[in-house]
């Protein structure tokens, strides 16, 4: 192997993690490796800084129980690693192998698989230790030496404490890193080409939305972790993140030995992880190669389970063919999937923990949570289509929309709001029904259900009031100003939707007649809405001061 | 020469390339045509490495490539029929890969590259992501990255698919170029009038199978007929195009 051919596969396999065909040009390499690594790094530095206070304080005075709020501190460190590693690496997970492209291109060069399988592990190394050392090195450097003070550091020194900073999170990284790879080098290796194909975005985003719970869950196991000590439950040990946290306690001892036992339990998930990932990974890459560049292009779509379920809902043909495109564009976007589905994890996140209430360490359900928690998630969806409408699909293709664009914005406006309610809130009330009529009884949870849909197509009414765009169709980002005024908004508005709307439901449960007038009430509202809605603004497909844009003054 | 003995291609039961044979001599343009779907692409993805052969050999002045793929592939140059590129790198940085993944030296990559992206009318471009190229542009640089090691074999696939009128006439008379210092060619496209210019040789492949293999005026004598368009209607179109083209058209029309 050349080092030259091996040194430019390399280079080349380490730029694809950070280009992929949905970013076409613009910022350098550079730039967004080190906006990755800035955004990685922070969260750690933060973390840290933001213990200094609690630290000191213990430091001057060790209060009882002191360890377990170490300990929980410690938790939050592994769970970051874990999550932004494990995170990370699911995006990634189309790159974790060479792709089609990339065969397509180097198979012709005088280039052996051998050194593109060498090229491909060493830009995965080259990945890993960057997402590593970021996420992990300014804490594993900061936290010990602001430590220094605590009674069992000192006692401990700055070496084993820096060791033992550095292994729980450096391992918790490494762990995530192995088993997200390995899980794909074993789907590589067990699956049929075509299952594979069909099984692994579902894979994708189901990994994307458990390392999105697994941080934001942070509060809720963070404090259930001493009664669950306690306990000893059996499966306490299937959480990682209290496995690193354990870890940390073979070089720092803490009061108990369950966590130790943890610890162990950690190394020895971590060592079948990198024996999984080398076995299937080499094995897979081989198999990989060959059914990449053989796989059929041309095989028809299957069709879908439920097909024209709601082709009932748009009524003219311009509108028809709207839905039609955004449902269709969904369901065959895989970024646009992905990215709805961190958006939902989120807030069901937020969700779970609002319904979920401890009392003396033991997890019970929260009456209030229980009914915010629906409203939680339904917010996220819709603002999440809201965003995720607004990021084209394939952007020169949008062409076919403004030569028959004959002022449809009626129609374009109408078709939005229905592929809202069919793809986003629909969908979610269904996956809540269960839990609603489990929960309050069947008559009560059916009632919840329709206060739900019509909550969402309001809420829907209200976010989509100034979005004249064919989904996915314009390339429409706001400013800087915007974003930061839209975060702000945004977390008033879901925490306040959310609760300000469960509130409603309460006072509707009380009388029935009320729900009734809720409902009538909305579709009213609706069909007004409908109705008043400026039909000056015609849709756009381009930014609408793209100079001013460029130059950021908006 | 290049060899081509008895190569199939079969996908599950489709047998899309069958039991094709012929040979590629240097100094000779090979005109390689057939209707969409006929196998032309899939015999050329077996010849470049990017499909494996269910049967058949490939013989590189004498040797079956797969004894040495990586020396076979030193001497080939490929321009595929899709434009496949690393859209974020520029014209000039995907010249630098491809030659340094081809083992050229350094200073040879970079004087060769932009001496080819001026001749190609690329200098100004060569700055610029591929993502902002138009479709011809990205035809030649990948007519550059083939051309760059000066190899013996070239496979051009569609290969002025994009071009426009100048460059078209430029690519025409580089095919010439080429075949006299040489090289074998094997030229695939559906621009019969190009093919009838510039191939010395022609050979029709349809459903999977070769029907003719001849020079054009071997052909045109064969079958009395006057002209390549004509020689290639009679031997893989047996639609009444005319009839189908007026069915279109009533349909348009019809409510």
Known sequence: MTSTVFHELRKLFFSRFFHNESSAGGDGLETSLYQLLGLLATPGILAAMALLPTFFAISAHARAGYEWELRADRLFFAAWSFSATGFATFFEWDMLFPDRRDFLILTPFPVRPAEIFGAKLAALGMLLAGIVAATN????????????????????????????????????ALFAFLAVAGLQGLMVNVLNPRLFRKVSPAVQMAGMSLMILSLLLFPLYSMMMRSLAAQHPDWMALFPCYWFTGLYEIFVPGPGLRFRELGWL????????????????????????????????????????????????????????????????????????????????????????????????QPGISAFGARAWPMLVLFFVVSGFRTAFQFPAEPACNWLFRICDTGWERAAARATRKAVLAMGILPAVTAFLPFEVWYWGIGTGLGHALFEVCAGVLLT?????????????????????????????????????????????????????????????????????????????????????????????? | MLEICGLTKRFRSLTVVDNVSFVLRPGEITGYLGPNGSGKSTTVKMLVGLLHPSAGRILFRGRDIRE????????????????????????????QLAGRLRGLEEGGINRKANELLELLSLGEARWVPISAYSKGMKQRVLIAAALLHDPDV????????????????????????????????????????????????????????????????????????????EIFTQLVQQVDMAGRAGAISALIGAP
């Open chain 1, 137 to 172: 090195l300014p804490s594993a450097l900061l936290l010990p030496v602001i430590s220094m003070g605590l009674p069992d550091a000192r006692q401990a020194g700055l070496a084993r404490v820096l060791a033992a900073q550095a292994a729980s999170t450096g391992a918790a």
């Open chain 1, 266 to 361: 950690g190394i020895r998930a971590t060592a079948v992880a990198a024996l999984v990932f080398c076995a299937c990974w080499a094995a897979g890459f081989r198999r990989h190669y060959r059914r990449t560049l053989e796989a059929e292009d041309t095989a028809p779509r299957r069709r879908s389970l439920f097909p024209g379920m709601f082709d009932w809902m748009p009524d003219e043909p311009g509108e028809r063919g709207i839905f039609r495109f955004a449902v269709r564009t969904l369901a065959g976007s895989l970024k646009h999937r992905l990215f709805l589905a961190s958006y939902v994890s989120v807030g069901f996140s937020f969700g779970i923990l609002s319904v979920v209430s401890l009392r003396k360490g």
């Open chain 1, 461 to 554: 009414e209200v976010l989509f009031w100034n979005f004249p765009h064919v989904p996915f169709t314009c390339a429409y980002s706001p400013g800087r100003v915007h974003l930061v005024f839209l975060a702000g908004a945004y977390l008033y508005g879901f925490t306040n939707y959310a609760f300000r709307m469960a509130e409603l439901g309460v006072w509707l449960d009380a009388k029935g007649f009320r729900m009734i007038g809720f409902v009538l009430g909305s579709a009213v509202v609706t069909a007004a809405w409908q109705r008043l809605r400026r039909a000056g603004e015609p849709v756009r497909f381009e930014s609408a001061r793209p100079e001013l844009e460029a130059l950021d003054l908006s």
């Open chain 2, 68 to 95: 040495d793929p990586a020396g076979f592939k030193r001497c080939l140059g490929y321009v595929p029929e899709e434009p496949n590129l690393y859209s974020y790198l520029t014209g000039l940085e995907y010249l």
């Open chain 2, 154 to 229: 070239l496979i051009f696939d569609e290969a002025q698919s994009g071009l426009d009128i100048a460059n078209g006439l430029l690519f025409r008379h580089l095919l010439q170029a080429l075949a006299a210092r040489g090289k074998t060619i094997l030229y695939i496209s559906h621009v019969l009038e190009l093919v009838e210019k510039v191939c010395s040789r022609v050979i029709v492949i349809y459903k999977g199978r070769i029907v003719a293999d001849d020079s054009v005026e071997g052909m045109r004598g064969l079958m009395n007929l006057p002209s390549l368009e």
